[in-house]
């Protein structure tokens, strides 16, 4: 169960408040809870033409490209993807215009206790729980049935439309990602696009607002999380960069390709893979002078849909990693609520 929501960051800032200690990382041995963005890498993930993964033209160096990175890294960046830079930047500006709204023309959108949908801030599960630096607005797009209509904003006026353009050609993204990811392993094409279902695949998006923080060496934007999808596939903002990724025990920047998309595998194809895809573990930074924005589209089985590694990349050198597991999504609340990694849940 959720407790009572609190207010969003953008309440916090207009209320001059210092930054309220539930937002605070603190490292009890002494560290620095935020290490110093600047110092971190970029990550040398790379950028795939998704034209060159589509059935009809396939290449091999582009599949061993995305296979190593997916397993190295477990995101790739991707262009080609059939949206064009004009169209990208219209739907990061809807959604900048949607989050520069004043707050009480937001809350008409807001998200009830224990619902997800809706704008507002991060769910909050325990007393305990470190608050992210962000502002969100969640909505279920596919299947159809799941959109809650009076939540998504009126203005700016195009909003409802451009959203429902951008995911339509997510989808078609997502079927050709699933089927190259597929071929990639030496599976049958639709092994995973099956388990994404039909021609609508659950599909959630969430709209992510960070704003400028004075305490970037105390707060995140988003805390260090996988995510519980089958896939992710994030547009990030175009100047200002945030994410980081975990590989092994160090800290990489995520570059910014203004015009890709960069796709994660979630723990879901990790467990599907038997661990050749790595669900990669990830946060955002903050930083004192810039807003952030970044819109990710989260890819989910049906929640009847059964879990477990393809038999195929089960063998004696490679023995079966993770139990069967059902409705994911479920289970992921239900750990991170208890602050625990929700992939324990689902190793052997
Ligand atoms: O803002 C970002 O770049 C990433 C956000 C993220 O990890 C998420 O929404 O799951
Ligand atoms: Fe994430």
Known sequence: MELLGSKTVQEVLIQGEQVPEKYIHKVE?????????????????????????????????????????????????????GMSPEFLDEFREITKQFFALP?????????????????????????????????RLYLSVYPQDNRKLNLWPENPKSFRQTLDQYTMDLQVVTKTVLKAMARSLDLEDNCFSDLYGGEQGKMD??????????????????????????????????????????????????????????????????????????SPVHKVVTNSDKERISVAAFCIPESDKEIEPFERLVNESRPRLYKKVKNYVGIYFEYYQQGRRPMEAAKM
């Open 29 to 81: 041995d002494g560290g620095v809870p935020v290490p110093d963005a600047s110092a971190a890498q970029l990550m040398d993930v790379p950028v795939i033409d998704l034209a060159l993964l589509a059935a009809s033209s396939i290449s091999a160096d582009e599949l061993e490209k995305l296979r190593s990175a997916l397993a190295t890294w477990g995101c790739f960046q991707v262009i080609n993807h």
């Open 103 to 135: 707050v009480e023309d937001k809350k008409k959108y807001l998200r009830q206790v224990n619902d997800i949908q809706g704008y507002g801030n991060d769910m909050v599960f325990s007393e305990q729980q470190t608050l992210d630096w962000s502002d």
């Open 205 to 278: 998006i969430r709209f992510n607002f960070y704003p400028p923080c004075p305490r970037p060496d105390l707060v995140l934007g988003v805390k260090p999380h996988a995510d519980g999808t089958l896939i992710t596939l994030l547009l990030q903002d175009k100047e200002v960069e945030g994410l980081q990724f975990l590989k092994g025990d160090k800290w990489f920047r995520a570059p910014i390709v203004p015009d890709a998309l960069l796709i994660n595998v979630g723990d879901q194809v990790e467990i599907l893979s038997n661990g050749i895809f790595k």
